[in-house]
Structures are given as structure tokens and as C-alpha cells.
């Protein structure tokens, strides 16, 4: 290499440390330089102030969660407003069993109240157990359930049962149909007389409620396997506080439930032994009956009428006891005809007849006294 070259040859430079600035956009501004908790506070701020500005007229800050303001107001149910009944169907406020139902002055509820020393029970109604499986069971239940429901939707358990057993009382009757549904819709085919108000009234075409229907339908079901509410005894009519009928006066009032007065009839149509429960089946499509005011006579009315009912069974009780068919309290009076004899069948006869249950069938090893002989033969004469 010359000197020249040599010259023209720079020493190796020692390289320097890199650096640069990047920009990332423009310097921020408002709020993007506030810092993060104080933009969560301006939101929580704006979303509570809202409200004031859109009902500025309504709005309180304060009450907002606050459990202990103002109560709810609760809407009241159809069956609950007045109107919205219709007429001679007992709709009331629901009662519960412990609690004290305003009925007005001098009327109160002793269903649950204890039996005083020196009144005595009145008489208490047998099991009607329906346990029939299939139509009769199913028609049975759905009549029972709408007279519940329809006539006591809104009574309190005791009241609504008392209901079921006075329709089983009524069953049980001579004087009334032998079938639920025939008891519960007896008289629906005229424009006045049935016996339950509702079957008649316009109540049916109203939906019934489903839970009040369900709760009728478990006291029904009850009612038709046995179940007896004692307290409603033998009774075979009721009527509500707010009205009088005509034969209140006239039959044995037991008690008050509710906003129910219960009754049972007077004489012999209310004595026990007139009751029959036993269920035959046989029941009727349950439905009111087709419209027919031609059936308004006057011994259609009186089979209707309790206090026909209550005479007619007294009246009948007189005549047997004049044509000696039946012995009065104590035995026959003095003169009056003897019993008449029994009558037995063809095959009895032939075997002997009365005979067979003199005291000379009887075996003598039992050393029969003299004077008990003749135990057993039917006396045909009243002065023996």
C-alpha cells in the first residue's frame, strides 16, 4: 500500500448506542387523562340522576331498596269484589280456622268451641264411604267438589266440610234423591227452587278458581271415604247471615260456621234412625237438569219444601202409630188395635210358620220355666 492509500484510510469508528422516540398519536386530552376511578364515579353518577330527570315530579333518591317503605297495594281477586258474584253464591274474604270472623253484632262462629256441661251433643252422622271405582266415584266427586266450591269457596275448612256433610245428610235422607249429584242438583230445571243456589243462579258459567277448586275437591274426596264432620250433626240445611228464609224459624238450628247457619230437621224426619247411609251408585250426569218451569206443581214444590217434609214425616208417624203398625212410647194405649201378625213366605209356611218360633222348638234340656214357654210366640191378641 502507498503512503497515499494510507492517507485516504479513516480509523474504524466506534458505533453509537441507537435511540429514537415513536409518537403513538395525539397527546390525550379530557377523558382520557382522569383517572379510572374518578370516570366510575361520574357513570354511578349519571345512572342514579337518570331517573330524576325523566319523572323529576315522582322520584325519591332515598326510598329506592328500602324494605321499610310503603306497603304493596295487593289487587283483590274477582270472587272478592262486590258485584262480581253472582247473587245467592257465597263468596266471601277467606277465614282462616283460628281466626275471629266479623259476622256483625250478636252472631258469632261456635264450630270449634268447646260443649258446655249441660248441653248435650246433638246426634252424630254415620260414614257415607263412596269407594266405588269409575263413573259413580268420578261424577260423585265432581258435584260434591262444585257445591263446595260454589257454595262455601271462600269458608274457612270447618265450613267448607260442613257443607260436604250436609249434601251426604241429604243423600242419606229418604225425602231427598239417593245420589250426590241428584242432591246437588235437585230443582236446577226451574227458575226458582233449587235446592243450592248456585245450580240455578249463573254461578256455573264463571271459571272456577284453581286453587280454591282444588282445595273444595280435597274436602270433597275426604267426605266420600268416610270422613264425618261431627259438629254439623244431622243437618240438612244452611243458609248465610245475610238472609232469613221462611223455614229458619221452623227446624232445630245447631250452629254458626263461618257465615253459614246450620239446621236439622224437627221431629221424626230429623231422628237418627231415619237416616239410611248406604250408597247405592247410580249417579246422574253432573250438570244442572234442562230447563222446564212445567214441573213447577204443587206436589213438585212440596217435595222441595223442608217444612212439608218435616210435617209429612210427622203426620205419617201419627197414622202408623192410629192403624197400629208400629207401638207407641211405653207400649199399645189401652183399646187400641193389636199389632198385626207377621207375614211369612210360602217356604216358612210350609215348615211350620209361626210354630217355628214358639217356645216348644226351643230344646227342653235348658229346663225352660213355665212362664217363659211360650217366649218368642207372636201375640195376636194385646190383652195377653
Known amino acids: 500500500m502507498t503512503a497515499a492509500l494510507a492517507d485516504l484510510c479513516l480509523p474504524e469508528q466506534r458505533p453509537r448506542d441507537f435511540a429514537s422516540r415513536i409518537a403513538h398519536g395525539p397527546k390525550r386530552r379530557g377523558w382520557s387523562r382522569m383517572p379510572y376511578r374518578a370516570r366510575m364515579a361520574l357513570v354511578v353518577t349519571g345512572v342514579i340522576a337518570l331517573p330524576a330527570f325523566a319523572a323529576p315530579g315522582t322520584w325519591s333518591p332515598f326510598s329506592i331498596g328500602d324494605a321499610t317503605g310503603g306497603t304493596v297495594p295487593v289487587e283483590a281477586m274477582p270472587f272478592e269484589r262486590a258485584g262480581d258474584s253472582f247473587p245467592g253464591s257465597a263468596?266471601?274474604?277467606?277465614?282462616?280456622?283460628?281466626?275471629?270472623?266479623?259476622?256483625?253484632?250478636?252472631?258469632?262462629?261456635?264450630?270449634?268451641?268447646?260443649?258446655?256441661?249441660?248441653?248435650?251433643?246433638?246426634?252424630?252422622?254415620?260414614?257415607?264411604?263412596?269407594?266405588?271405582?269409575?263413573?259413580?266415584?268420578?261424577?260423585?266427586?265432581?258435584?260434591?267438589?262444585?257445591?263446595?266450591?260454589?257454595?262455601?269457596?271462600?269458608?274457612?275448612?270447618?265450613?267448607?266440610?260442613?257443607?260436604?256433610?250436609?249434601?251426604?245428610?241429604?243423600?242419606?235422607?229418604?225425602?231427598?234423591?239417593?245420589?250426590?249429584?241428584?242432591?246437588?242438583?235437585?230443582?236446577?230445571?226451574?227458575?226458582?227452587?233449587?235446592?243450592?243456589?248456585?245450580?240455578?243462579?249463573?254461578?256455573?258459567?264463571?271459571?272456577?278458581?284453581?286453587?280454591f277448586w282444588d282445595r273444595a275437591a280435597d274436602v270433597a274426596r275426604a267426605a266420600l271415604a268416610g270422613y264425618v264432620y261431627a259438629p254439623a250433626g244431622l243437618a240438612t240445611h244452611y243458609h248465610t247471615v245475610a238472609v232469613h228464609p221462611y223455614w229458619a224459624p221452623s227446624l232445630h238450628y245447631l250452629l254458626t260456621i263461618g257465615a253459614h247457619r246450620f239446621?236439622?230437621?224437627?221431629?221424626?224426619?230429623?231422628?237418627?234412625?231415619?237416616?239410611?247411609?248406604?250408597?247405592?251408585?247410580?249417579?246422574?250426569?253432573?250438570?244442572?237438569?234442562?230447563?222446564?218451569?212445567?214441573?213447577?206443581?204443587?206436589?213438585?214444590?212440596?217435595?222441595?219444601?223442608?217444612?212439608?217434609?218435616?210435617?209429612?214425616?210427622?203426620?205419617?208417624?201419627?197414622?202408623?202409630?192410629?192403624?197400629?203398625?208400629?207401638?207407641?212410647?211405653?207400649?199399645?194405649?189401652?183399646?187400641?188395635?193389636?199389632?198385626?201378625?207377621?207375614i211369612y213366605t210360602s217356604e216358612l209356611k210350609d215348615r211350620g210358620g209361626d210354630t217355628l218360633y214358639q217356645g216348644h222348638a226351643l230344646p227342653e234340656a235348658n229346663g225352660i220355666r213355665e212362664e217363659y214357654r211360650n217366649s218368642g210366640q207372636w201375640i195376636a191378641n194385646s190383652a195377653n
Open 91 to 211: 263468596f266471601y274474604y277467606l277465614q282462616l280456622d283460628n281466626a275471629e270472623p266479623g259476622l256483625g253484632e250478636g252472631i258469632h262462629s261456635d264450630a270449634e268451641s268447646a260443649v258446655h256441661a249441660d248441653v248435650l251433643s246433638p246426634p252424630i252422622a254415620r260414614a257415607l264411604r263412596i269407594d266405588n271405582s269409575g263413573v259413580d266415584r268420578t261424577r260423585a266427586e265432581q258435584c260434591l267438589t262444585a257445591a263446595i266450591y260454589y257454595e262455601a269457596a271462600s269458608e274457612p275448612d270447618s265450613g267448607q266440610r260442613a257443607v260436604a256433610q250436609v249434601v251426604l245428610n241429604r243423600v242419606a235422607h229418604p225425602a231427598y234423591p239417593k245420589t250426590v249429584c241428584g242432591v246437588v242438583y235437585q230443582g236446577s230445571e226451574r227458575s226458582t227452587g233449587c235446592q243450592f243456589s248456585f245450580a240455578c243462579d249463573g254461578a256455573l258459567a264463571r271459571r272456577p278458581n284453581r286453587l
Open 263 to 342: 239446621y236439622s230437621f224437627n221431629g221424626t224426619a230429623g231422628q237418627p234412625a231415619t237416616f239410611r247411609y248406604a250408597y247405592l251408585g247410580g249417579e246422574p250426569t253432573p250438570r244442572p237438569h234442562v230447563h222446564d218451569d212445567s214441573t213447577i206443581t204443587a206436589a213438585a214444590s212440596a217435595a222441595l219444601d223442608p217444612l212439608a217434609i218435616q210435617k209429612a214425616y210427622d203426620e205419617g208417624l201419627q197414622r202408623a202409630r192410629a192403624q197400629g203398625l208400629i207401638a207407641n212410647p211405653g207400649g199399645l194405649a189401652p183399646g187400641a188395635p193389636p199389632a198385626p201378625a207377621p
